[in-house]
């Protein structure tokens, strides 16, 4: 029997597995995706927030501004792109001025320190290019973007080398409550775990409504939020993170800088009922150009590369719901992780894991390893960096990816290592062949020539993410292309 089973490998499962690793633990992630990050953590801003909008005394304001102070830190041990380039909450009307002070005083009893409101001339003094309605802003300093599936791969990667156990395409079916702890049917099988944690994010009512109590049950509305990303010609138009004042669906459209130097915009908020529904839409694309103009002079809708739409997982209860079932020994909700989920996922994993410590009552992991190196980049290597990755490995002087300058090295190093890609959007994620100004349009064949060459197998096989998003079709004998089995 497994001692912890975690359900979700999205940035607050993979956050408890490392916290976890630190024990002496048999422990199993369930994914029921190809990958790490392929929920709602790989489609969002990439905003550590400050930890001012939060309500006092909430979970999220607790976890908020812990995560946000321990993001640097675990950032230089796990080798993950952040930088701290501050926040803007704008304000657009004077009359609403009161609203700034007020969120001021929400962050001050929140524990956020540095914040300041400026009026309209120190608002254009650090950002020139706000628009023409900004009247004031609330400066916090604390604000910081980080890489979202750079922080939750890495994250995986380390839990990974302390011997936590991943099990990609591994879908809960049902769970059942035995002596001594519980049973995870999947369709790759049965689990047994003493101790089970729901971090399944927008799926993570279904998981608790399996062991609860009937009134006990809650609810998981997909909240979804689409984004434009733009090219790095534009990526400095904004230095800082700008938000516009909240309102009861969320912090509205914000404008950042992302750290690999693009920009980006967005996202909507709109509760649907499809947990699969990532698609954008015309209308929700035309209002996030619209709201930005508020917040910038010219939106570079020329600039635009992709867009994209996440689903951030908006619970009954409003806040996070994260603590020990009702009824349910030893199992543990993660659930309801909206933001500031992200910027809270250090903290959530160190929370979680003491209360699972608390419960199983683990021995110290004494040969835990901290330290994570990341793959390195070509695109930011100095010349004599560049030189020695050329002569330790060729493959590194093999550009694949024109638009990021990511060479085959990069790639193979991504698929090779701990938790290896094996998708092709898995190699995006990892080294960003893909992300560029093309989206793919020049890489992806090479890129699936290299996934195919490293896994063995036919590159008719090779995937885009889920099953089924193939790139090719296998030959028949007879010469005639045939659709792979089951599509």
């Given at each position: 029997?497994?001692?912890?089973?975690?359900?979700?490998?999205?940035?607050?499962?993979?956050?408890?597995?490392?916290?976890?690793?630190?024990?002496?633990?048999?422990?199993?992630?369930l994914?029921?995706?190809?990958?790490?990050?392929?929920?709602?953590?790989?489609?969002?801003?990439?905003?550590?927030?400050?930890?001012?909008?939060?309500?006092?005394?909430?979970?999220k304001?607790?976890?908020?501004?812990?995560?946000?102070?321990?993001?640097?830190?675990?950032?230089?041990?796990?080798?993950?792109?952040?930088k701290?380039?501050?926040?803007?909450?704008?304000?657009?009307?004077?009359?609403?001025?009161?609203?700034?002070?007020?969120?001021?005083?929400?962050?001050?009893?929140?524990?956020?320190?540095?914040?300041?409101?400026?009026?309209?001339?120190?608002?254009?003094?650090?950002?020139?290019?706000?628009?023409?309605?900004?009247?004031?802003?609330?400066?916090?300093?604390?604000?910081?973007?980080?890489?979202?599936?750079?922080?939750?791969?890495?994250?995986?990667?380390?839990?990974?080398?302390?011997?936590?156990?991943?099990?990609?395409?591994?879908?809960?079916?049902?769970?059942?409550?035995?002596?001594?702890?519980?049973?995870?049917?999947?369709?790759?099988?049965s689990?047994?775990?003493?101790?089970?944690?729901?971090?399944?994010g927008?799926?993570?009512?279904e998981?608790?409504?399996?062991?609860?109590?009937?009134?006990?049950?809650?609810?998981?509305?997909?909240?979804?939020?689409?984004?434009?990303?733009?090219d790095?010609?534009?990526?400095?138009?904004?230095?800082?993170?700008?938000?516009?004042?909240?309102?009861?669906?969320?912090?509205?459209?914000?404008?950042?800088?992302?750290?690999?130097?693009?920009?980006?915009?967005?996202?909507?908020?709109?509760?649907?009922?499809?947990?699969?529904?990532?698609?954008?839409?015309?209308e929700?694309?035309?209002?996030?150009l619209?709201?930005?103009?508020?917040?910038?002079?010219?939106v570079?809708?020329?600039?635009?590369?992709?867009?994209f739409?996440?689903?951030?997982?908006?619970?009954?209860?409003?806040?996070?719901?994260?603590?020990?079932v009702?009824?349910a020994?030893?199992?543990?909700?993660?659930?309801?992780?909206?933001?500031?989920?992200l910027?809270?996922?250090?903290?959530?994993?160190?929370?979680?894991?003491?209360?699972?410590?608390?419960?199983?009552?683990?021995?110290e992991?004494?040969?835990?390893?901290?330290?994570?190196?990341?793959?390195?980049?070509?695109?930011?290597?100095?010349?004599?960096?560049?030189?020695?990755?050329?002569?330790?490995?060729?493959?590194?002087?093999?550009?694949?990816?024109?638009?990021?300058m990511?060479?085959?090295?990069?790639?193979?190093?991504?698929?090779?290592?701990?938790?290896?890609?094996?998708?092709?959007d898995?190699?995006k994620?990892?080294?960003?062949?893909?992300?560029?100004?093309?989206?793919?349009?020049?890489?992806?064949?090479?890129?699936?020539?290299?996934?195919?060459?490293?896994?063995?197998?036919?590159?008719?096989?090779?995937?885009?993410?889920?099953?089924?998003s193939?790139?090719?079709l296998?030959?028949?004998?007879?010469?005639?292309n045939?659709?792979?089995?089951?599509?």
């Open positions: 029997m497994l001692d912890v089973v975690i359900i979700g490998a999205g940035v607050s499962g993979c956050a408890v597995a490392r916290e976890l690793s630190r024990k002496k633990l048999n422990i199993a992630v994914e029921k995706n190809a990958d790490v990050c392929e929920g709602t953590s790989k489609a969002n801003s990439g905003i550590v927030h400050a930890g001012f909008d939060a309500k006092p005394g909430t979970l304001a607790k976890l908020n501004v812990k995560g946000s102070r321990m993001m640097k830190q675990l950032s230089e041990e796990l080798d993950f792109p952040y701290q380039n501050g926040s803007l909450v704008l304000c657009f009307d004077d009359k609403d001025k009161d609203k700034l002070e007020e969120l001021k005083e929400r962050g001050i009893e929140n524990g956020v320190g540095e914040l300041e409101i400026l009026d309209r001339e120190k608002v254009l003094a650090i950002e020139p290019a706000v628009g023409e309605k900004v009247a004031a802003a609330l400066h916090a300093p604390m604000g910081a973007i980080v890489c979202p599936f750079g922080l939750t791969i890495a994250l995986a990667e380390n839990a990974a080398v302390n011997g936590v156990d991943f099990h990609f395409k591994t879908k809960v079916k049902e769970i059942h409550k035995k002596d001594g702890g519980y049973e995870i049917l999947t369709n790759q099988g689990f047994q775990a003493r101790s089970v944690i729901n971090a399944a927008v799926y993570a009512d998981i608790h409504n399996m062991v609860c109590d009937e009134e006990d049950k809650f609810q998981i509305t997909p909240r979804k939020g689409e984004y434009l990303l733009y790095k010609k534009v990526g400095n138009l904004v230095s800082h993170t700008l938000f516009q004042l909240p309102t009861a669906l969320g912090k509205g459209i914000l404008v950042t800088p992302t750290v690999h130097g693009n920009l980006l915009t967005g996202p909507t908020a709109e509760d649907i009922p499809d947990k699969e529904g990532v698609n954008t839409t015309a929700g694309l035309d209002t996030v619209e709201k930005a103009a508020l917040s910038i002079l010219q570079p809708s020329r600039q635009v590369i992709t867009s739409a996440g689903l951030r997982a908006h619970s009954s209860k409003g806040d996070f719901i994260i603590g020990e009702k009824g020994p030893g199992f543990f909700d993660v659930a309801g992780m909206e933001s500031p989920g910027s809270c996922a250090p903290a959530v994993g160190e929370y979680v894991a003491q209360m699972v410590n608390n419960y199983l009552q683990p021995e992991n004494g040969d835990f390893i901290a330290v994570r190196k990341g793959i390195p980049s070509m695109a930011l290597a100095g010349d004599e960096e560049r030189h020695r990755l050329i002569q330790e490995n060729p493959a590194y002087a093999n550009v694949i990816c024109r638009c990021e990511v060479t085959e090295g990069e790639i193979l190093d991504a698929i090779r290592r701990p938790l290896g890609a094996t998708t092709t898995g190699v994620r990892r080294v960003r062949a893909g992300m560029g100004r093309c989206q793919a349009g020049f890489c992806s064949p090479k890129v699936v020539e290299i996934l195919s060459r490293e896994l063995g197998i036919d590159e008719s096989q090779v995937i885009k993410a889920e099953e089924g193939y790139y090719l296998p030959e028949n004998p007879s010469g005639e045939i659709l792979p089995e089951g599509i």
